[in-house]
T-cell receptor, first 115, second 113 residues
Framework: DTAVSQTPKYLVTQMGNDKSIKCEQN?????MYWYKQDSKKFLKIMFS???????INETVPNRFSPKSPDKAHLNLHINSLELGDSAVYFC??????????????FGEGSRLTVL | AQSVTQPDIHITVSEGASLELRCNYS??????LFWYVQSPGQGLQLLLK????DTLVQGIKGFEAEFKRSQSSFNLRKPSVHWSDAAEYFC???????????WGAGTKLIIKP
């Protein structure tokens, strides 16, 4: 059973298109995250939701919109894709405030290539 | 300013040799410290963490790390590396709420046969 699963694993698309990445966790965690990892492996947090409430919204273009239909799911929709959006996007979860051990459980990543 | 510095972009070690990866942090409150490992094509996995207590912490895969408050360091060590340890290693620091970790830039570990 995969704890944090993301789909798709690979995504190749043209500039200007709109795409979504889905994430689901079966750990019962309260908090979920989206991270972007660039070609130099630098990790940048994008968003975090705690029990479906947005708690971290870093400075990312508003073309990126997260959606959390329930606490087990956090999807990422990207409009009008640009070349600079090419990266690996990681979803992660953690137990949440009060029970937060600081341990993040990561998905395997979704590699987005914009042509 | 809060930051994590991993001074070595990459390190090459012979299989069976000992390893130390450096991590220095700057954090305004009591730090919670973490080491994560990312194998090629994979997500990150927690190796170990330090919250309080014994400053030498043991993790998975035979790794350990030592918290030195006076040096603001949290270096990762392993007595004898295996080829399967080749990966990217990330140090991170956070506070009690830990919604947002501060990440280092990573150190790539290369293992020589």
């Amino acid at each position: 059973d995969t704890a944090v699963s993301q789909t798709p694993k690979y995504l190749v698309t043209q500039m200007g298109n709109d795409k979504s990445i889905k994430c689901e966790q079966n750990l019962g965690h309260d908090t979920m995250y989206w991270y972007k990892q660039d070609s130099k492996k630098f990790l940048k947090i994008m968003f975090s939701y705690n029990n479906k409430e947005l708690i971290i919204n870093e400075t990312v273009p508003n073309r990126f919109s997260p959606k959390s239909p329930d606490k087990a799911h956090l999807n990422l929709h990207i409009n009008s894709l640009e070349l600079g959006d090419s990266a690996v996007y990681f979803c992660a979860s953690s137990p949440g405030q009060g029970r937060n051990t600081g341990e993040l459980f990561f998905g395997e990543g979704s590699r987005l290539t914009v042509l | 300013a809060q930051s994590v510095t991993q001074p070595d972009i990459h390190i090459t070690v012979s299989e069976g040799a000992s390893l130390e990866l450096r991590c220095n942090y700057s954090y305004g409150a009591t730090p919670y410290l973490f080491w994560y490992v990312q194998s090629p094509g994979q997500g990150l996995q927690l190796l170990l963490k330090y919250f309080s207590g014994d400053t030498l912490v043991q993790g998975i895969k035979g790794f350990e790390a030592e918290f030195k408050r006076s040096q603001s360091s949290f270096n990762l060590r392993k007595p004898s590396v295996h080829w399967s340890d080749a990966a990217e290693y990330f140090c991170a620091v956070g506070g009690r709420s830990n919604y947002q970790l501060i990440w280092g830039a990573g150190t790539k570990l290369i293992i020589k046969p």
